[in-house]
């Protein structure tokens, strides 16, 4: 895949009727991986494009969804242009995924204006924060944690708070994993690629 492609996350609100929106992204070549999240959004997508070009006919495409009342399916997108990847999982897929079923899994928005490179370290560092990406937009950081019980994540964000960088952060917890690094159970419960289009390029 190019160098130069444009690699999104991208944060959907929509009305709770996901039917026509999921059909849309899992089988959309640009989306790698969807997340179910809960909080201000609804879902998380770990997009890739080409160009902005695509990105926009790809954002209008979603905006253009209705639901059968009429009324635009998306509520609010925030697009957040990945930057860097600092940590990311490797070899991980979306049976790995139904496996930590019972665990606590969340994505964590950091906004940390000045460049703290003691604060990227510690979250690379630390066992339970599996992705660290820098990105542009409302935040400075997403980071993706994975732990055994809520006093764990708790003893991560209070660590996390110790930075005077950090002027802001938000908690979506994890849903459900609708599509990882593009795979998706089919109906007898196989893991299976729905595009043919196999993007190589991920971050989550």
Request: glycine share 4%.
């Amino acid at each position: 895949m190019a160098e130069n492609v444009k690699h999104a996350l991208v944060l959907i609100h929509n009305w709770g009727d996901n039917s026509e929106l999921l059909s849309l992204l899992k089988n959309n070549k640009h989306c790698v991986s969807i997340f179910h999240i809960m909080g201000r959004y609804s879902f998380l997508v770990d997009a890739n494009f080409d160009d902005f070009d695509q990105i926009e006919r790809w954002v209008n495409q979603l905006k253009s969804l209705k639901l059968s009342s009429g009324v635009p399916a998306i509520i609010q997108m925030q697009t957040q242009r990945v930057i860097d990847v600092h940590k990311q999982k490797s070899e991980f897929d979306l049976q790995q995924y139904m496996n930590i079923k019972g665990r606590e899994h969340f994505f964590v928005q950091i906004d940390s204006p000045q460049y703290d490179e003691s604060l990227i370290q510690a979250l690379k560092k630390s066992e339970v924060v599996h992705s660290v990406l820098h990105v542009q937009g409302e935040t400075s950081f997403v980071i993706e944690v994975i732990v055994d019980d809520y006093d764990e994540y708790r003893k991560l964000l209070k660590g996390i708070k110790q930075f005077p960088s950090i002027t802001h952060i938000e908690t979506q917890e994890v849903i459900s994993v609708v599509k990882y690094r593009n795979q998706v159970f089919d109906e007898s419960g196989r893991l299976v690629y729905p595009a043919d289009d196999n993007r190589e390029l991920f971050s989550l």
